[in-house]
């Protein structure tokens, strides 16, 4: 299914699930935080959660701030 | 005064100097700058994922400082919506309560939005986050943000990133005076005698980044500012001398008690 | 009776140390002054300091007051009272002739004070009763309201929606003297009637403001008391009153027992150089808050001291009930030790380079009065 992520275009080959996109996109669910098309998805509902065709997805981590 | 700790909510901190994590050379001269600072508590920022560069994802290394807690900061909202938004978020991938409450409309001299601030605040200490908010040193707002139930406030010393020193000097005592939360001074600081001279005054902690991050040797002046911060808490609370002597009228003011 | 002071108004860990001189002089010049300024300042050591005292309290009211003393004068509606303050005039066991007045009368009192000048003027009752209840009150004070500029109340402790609908009316300031700080010989004083309850009337203040009142005025009553101890636990009760109700503004007085009917005689006398130095002290610690004096206190005591700390003044003032329309003969709460008129005092004023103020603009911009 095609993905925007992070304001990009992203083709997901996997299941639908978070723990598949995370695991295409290289990042650690535990440093990761998700909004989909404008929703906290919340870590405790990934399980449950699957994408769809079409959603706008952000992938969110910490970096140096002050 | 046995006050040695810094208390925020519920929680303590033996050091009264909070850190700011950006604008460092690279992350490993950043963890050992907070590792010298000897500070339990450091700002982060939420940024996407970049697939590019995963390095720049702090959460691994800093979650190996065990004694460090972090508190996410809101900025880049402009506006109190997108603070709450950014602030979800920030206790989504912290899991720490604290939340900095920045709100820059302004992209060039990043002045706080008191506006904005205080009603972001408002929502986020009812929704049980323990709020700092950073805003200007405004004696009216720093009540305000008391009432609504922040666990600190932050008056800026100066412009963020200006190194323009304590320039809001007489305003933060006015806070410090009536308020019954911690005062920290966070932004413009340059050197740890300003740290030193913000704790004098009694504030109750500092927040420093740019004079670290942007300093010759970061991990020297991370100890430094360290050092002010403590000696200003210790000449506090050993009550310092007078600037000048009293000057005694000439003609008796009190000749009317007989 | 609960005898413990709660923690944020307890003078105790202030009144256990010692003050030298080299704590007075440092408080003296202070910029950031807290307890421990007040209590080196009101200890003997600063007896002998009591000109520099003047010199920095008169400093320090010039910069925030300018050359100005603001005019009051109190309006005694009611003598009815059930308490048995023992040092008070209007005590339920003192035979003096009781009146309360009648609104027509109320009204003729109020237009004479107006015609004299004022614009700020303080009702005064004694004990809730029948005859001196809220709705009373309320009336009069909206009588005053259509009259004056400020109007205060100087009563009973009352509930927080009480003080509300008094704050409707167009009342801004609630009066509240604890008496004194001290649970013990409050007890003692207060023997009879509803004052006895201590801590209700210490909360009282607090009420007010969060009931919409803008002002509370504090005070303890000089001589009841360790006069250390009421006047720590004074400044720490204005302290606290400041920082919970930040838009609200706090003012102190500072009455003094002298003589009043029934011949009560005050444990703690405290005199005047002692009164000067409590003044020059709270000026020195309460750099912005009004600081009054009243009729209590003799002219020669009152022309040297307005400037020099104290800020507020009431004048031509009668402690009797109907006492500005001509009538009312019999013996007021205290005796009057200032009986000049209106226009003596702001001559003397004058004389000193003082300005005397009687503030009439604020109500404009309300909405309520």
Known sequence: MYLTVNGEPHEHR???????????????????ALTVNGNLVFSKDWEIFKFSDGDTVEVLTFVGGG | MNDELLKLGSHTFGSRLILGTGKFSDTETMIRAVEASGTELVTVALRRFNRDKPNDDLCAPLA??????????????????????????????????????EIHPNPHHLMPDP?????????????????LPYIPADPVLAKKLEDVGCAAVMPLGAAIGSGGGLSTLEMIKLIIRDSNIP??????????????????????AVLVNSAIAAAQDPV???????????????????????????AVATSPLTSFLS | ?????????????????????????????????????????????????????????????????GQTIQLYIPLYLSSYCSNGCAYCGFASDRHTDRHTLPFDAVEKELDSIKTMGFEEILLLTGERSSRADIDYLRTCVRLAADRFHTVAIEVFPMEQDEYHMLAEAGCVS??????????????????????KDFFNRLDAPARALAGGLRFAGLGALLGLADPYHDMIALY?????????????????SFPRIRHEAGGFTAPHPVDEKMLAQIIFAFRICLPDVPLTLSTREGAPFRDGIAGIGINKMSIASRTTVGGYSGNAPEEGQFDINDGRSLETFQAMLHGKNLEPVFKNWEKLYRLTA
């Open chain 1, 14 to 32: 996997g299941d639908g699930t978070v723990s598949a996109l995370l695991a295409e996109l290289g990042t650690e669910p535990a440093h990761t």
């Open chain 2, 115 to 131: 506006v904005e601030t205080y009603f972001a605040a408002k929502e986020l200490a009812a929704d049980g986050f323990l709020v």
């Open chain 2, 220 to 246: 020297a002046m991370a100890e430094a500012f360290a050092l002010g911060v403590q000696t200003g808490f210790e000449a506090r609370q050993a009550g310092l001398m007078l600037q000048s002597e009293f």
């Open chain 3, 1 to 65: 009776m609960k005898t413990t002071l709660p923690e944020w108004i307890d003078p105790a860990p202030w009144l256990a140390r010692e003050y030298r001189v080299v704590d007075v002089e440092h408080a003296i010049g202070t910029e950031s002054p807290d307890e421990s300024t007040l209590a080196a300042l009101l200890s003997p050591a600063a007896a002998e300091f009591l000109e520099p005292m003047a010199a920095r309290a008169q400093a320090i009211t010039r910069r925030h007051f």
């Open chain 3, 174 to 195: 609630v009066t509240m003297y604890q008496e004194t700080y001290d649970p013990e010989p409050y007890d003692r004083m207060h023997r009879w009637g509803p004052k």
């Open chain 2, 64 to 101: 190996k400082l065990s004694a460090v807690r972090l508190m996410p900061n809101t900025s880049g909202a402009i506006n109190a919506k997108e603070a709450v938004r950014a602030a979800q978020l920030g206790r989504e991938l912290s899991g720490s309560p604290f939340v900095k409450v």
């Open chain 2, 183 to 204: 005062v920290i001074v966070d932004a413009g600081l340059r050197a740890p005698s300003e740290a030193a001279c913000a704790m004098e005054m009694g504030c109750a």
């Open chain 3, 236 to 252: 720490r009760h204005t302290r606290h009153l400041q920082k919970t109700y930040w838009q609200a503004g706090v003012s102190l």
